[in-house]
């Protein structure tokens, strides 16, 4: 069993930066897949990034490419999304997922573990 906890959020003006961290306890990412989605109340949750921890690979959805960044931090067990050049249409909760897999794919469906999201605010 791995247990997410999502950090980071909060409230910035538009332009601004923000760095989520998604945290596992249970057991260590190393041969897992570890995505960050998003959503918007009465939406679906949509794709943003994956990351493969063995080989550290990643796969972004095309519409956040440039401006959003997937890492690890292999001594905390923690995956990163920095969040550059934020836009009010970036508002959302944000989540991150983990699958015991190797292979890096976009359906939240795929997923097997799911953190409780952080309210991700950007103003205009």
């Known amino acids: 069993q791995v247990q997410l906890v999502e950090s980071g959020g909060g409230l910035v003006q538009a332009g601004g930066s923000l760095r989520l961290s998604c945290a596992a306890s249970?057991?260590?990412?190393?041969?897992?897949?570890v995505a960050w989605f998003r959503q918007v109340p009465g939406r679906e949750r949509n794709f943003i990034a994956a990351l493969r921890w063995d080989f550290g690979s990643t796969y972004y959805a095309d519409t956040m490419k440039g401006r959003f960044t997937i890492s690890r931090d292999n001594a905390q067990n923690t995956v990163h999304l920095q969040m550059n050049s934020l836009k009010p249409e970036d508002t959302a909760v944000y989540y991150c997922?983990?699958?015991?897999?190797?292979?890096?794919?976009?359906?939240?469906?795929?997923?097997?573990?799911w953190g409780q999201g952080t309210q991700v605010t950007v103003s205009s």
């Open positions: 249970g057991r260590t990412f190393s041969t897992y897949v």
């Open positions: 997922a983990a699958r015991p897999d190797t292979t890096l794919v976009i359906r939240t469906t795929s997923y097997d573990y």
